[in-house]
T-cell receptor, first 113, second 113 residues
Framework: DADVTQTPRNRITKTGKRIMLECSQTKGHDRMYWYRQDPGLGLRLIYYSFDVKDINKGEISDGYSVSRQAQAKFSLSLESAIPNQTALYFC????????????FGEGSRLTVL | AQSVTQPDIHITVSEGASLELRCNYSYGATPYLFWYVQSPGQGLQLLLKYFSGDTLVQGIKGFEAEFKRSQSSFNLRKPSVHWSDAAEYFCAVGAKGNTPLVFGKGTRLSVIA
């Protein structure tokens, strides 16, 4: 089984719908991240969490919210999806006190019609 | 704040030829530098990383990278490219204290026979 698991892997939804992307990890890392990938734009940070009680906005947090339900779980929500949120979303983890190397899930492809 | 520039959006090389992908970073102190690879339809895999010590680092799949502080660069090299190296490559920079990694926009590598 993958160390960082994202669900769903693919989702098609309509404008205005609420969407939740979930991430769980078995690496025992305390730090978790959500990045968004768009062609030609690389990966951009949406939100990150250094522990269960810590939530931080990233570069592009508008239109998104997150919840850190447990050390191993970090979910990303789109309260009212819009077409320009169509993208590939990655969850990642890292371990405190290391170089900050990220371990990625396989991605969740979201299409908003 | 850190930033990363990957000047080449797309590179095409012949199988067996050498490869160099460029990465320039901006950060005031000693950076932590990473190269990740994303094969089509896959997540991101770490190729190599630099955080201290020898400025020439070896990675997986025959890749290496050299940290040049004077040029603010961390270019990725491979002496002989294989068709399976066709993928997108991302350079990323981090910092001590585990600030989230900042990614470049990526370089897509195509390999021709």
């Amino acid at each position: 089984d993958a160390d960082v698991t994202q669900t769903p892997r693919n989702r098609i939804t309509k404008t205005g719908k609420r969407i939740m992307l979930e991430c769980s990890q078995t690496k025992g890392h305390d730090r978790m991240y959500w990045y968004r990938q768009d062609p030609g734009l690389g990966l951009r940070l949406i939100y990150y969490s250094f522990d269960v009680k810590d939530i931080n906005k990233g570069e592009i947090s508008d239109g998104y919210s997150v919840s850190r339900q447990a050390q191993a779980k970090f979910s990303l929500s789109l309260e009212s999806a819009i077409p320009n949120q169509t993208a590939l979303y990655f969850c990642a983890t890292s371990d405190f006190g290391t170089t900050g190397e990220l371990f990625f899930g396989e991605g969740s492809r979201l299409t908003v019609l | 704040a850190q930033s990363v520039t990957q000047p080449d959006i797309h590179i095409t090389v012949s199988e067996g030829a050498s490869l160099e992908l460029r990465c320039n970073y901006s950060y005031g102190a000693t950076p932590y530098l990473f190269w990740y690879v994303q094969s089509p339809g896959q997540g991101l895999q770490l190729l190599l990383k630099y955080f201290s010590g020898d400025t020439l680092v070896q990675g997986i799949k025959g890749f290496e990278a050299e940290f040049k502080r004077s040029q603010s660069s961390f270019n990725l090299r491979k002496p002989s490219v294989h068709w399976s190296d066709a993928a997108e490559y991302f350079c990323a920079v981090g910092a001590k204290g585990n600030t989230p990694l900042v990614f470049g926009k990526g370089t897509r590598l195509s390999v021709i026979a």
